[in-house]
């Protein structure tokens, strides 16, 4: 069975550019995630799926950031435009269950705005 | 304000002894904690988990103990092995959210 799968690995974009992540969970799984760590720090919340629905987007850092998910299945992150401060690792996780069960995690994106 | 802080960035261990891994946390809501193992260019596996209702919780050489009323947990690795070396992320939930509040992790070298 496949894992969470994102692409690119690797963004280097220039400041101001529109640079747009992908997730593919695993299958079946409704619930998605969307996690960043920027260098040296915690890895911190953006936003939550069930399905195609966003449960919990709080964690997103203002209106520059936009998570889809159309049909319940892979989800886009763009970032629009890019900032400096947006560089980091950005991770996806998906979990089958809600409510404090470990969630499956991708391999990351990195992204590097210059 | 960080709720889940990981006090040591790095821990040295020799092989077979054992490692500990702390995590001290500030939200007393949180009742469901989490730790994952992250190697370089991937992204961060689950390792063992603990409900607030437990002090302890064990999966081979891997143990969790929880003190509710110091808001701290610990990481207990015996013996650790080489393929241990990762970085180890501390995360906690509370009921009612899905989202995973992480510390910022403790390198861990396990040398032989």
């Known amino acids: 069975e496949a894992g969470v799968t994102q692409f690119p690995s690797h963004s280097v974009i220039e400041k101001g550019q529109t640079v747009t992540l992908r997730c593919d969970p695993i299958?079946?799984?409704?619930?998605l995630y969307w996690y960043r760590r920027v260098m040296g720090k915690e890895i911190k919340f953006l936003l939550h799926f069930v399905k195609e629905s966003k449960q919990d987007e709080s964690g997103m850092p203002n209106n520059r950031f936009l998570a889809e998910r159309t049909g319940g299945t892979y989800s886009t992150l763009k970032v629009q435009p890019a900032e400096l401060e947006d560089s980091g690792v950005y991770f996806c996780?998906?979990?089958?269950?809600?409510?404090?069960?470990?969630?499956?995690f991708g391999q990351g994106t990195r992204l590097t705005v210059v | 304000d960080q709720q889940v802080k990981q006090n040591s960035p790095s821990l040295s261990v020799q092989e077979g002894r054992i490692s500990i891994l702390n995590c001290d946390y500030t939200n007393s809501m949180f009742d469901y904690f989490l730790w994952y193992k992250k190697y370089p260019a991937e992204g961060p596996t689950f390792l063992i988990s603990i409900s607030s209702i437990k002090d302890k919780n064990e999966d081979g050489r891997f143990t969790v103990f929880l003190n509710k009323s110091a808001k701290h947990l610990s990481l207990h690795i015996v013996p650790s092995q080489p393929g241990d070396s990762a970085v180890y992320f501390c995360?906690?939930?509370?009921?009612?959210?899905?989202?995973?509040?992480f510390g910022t992790g403790t390198r861990l070298q396990v040398f032989p």
């Open positions: 995360a906690a939930s509370d009921f009612g959210t899905d989202k995973l509040i």
């Open positions: 996780a998906s979990s089958q269950d809600r409510g404090n069960t470990e969630a499956f």
């Open positions: 299958s079946g799984h409704d619930n």
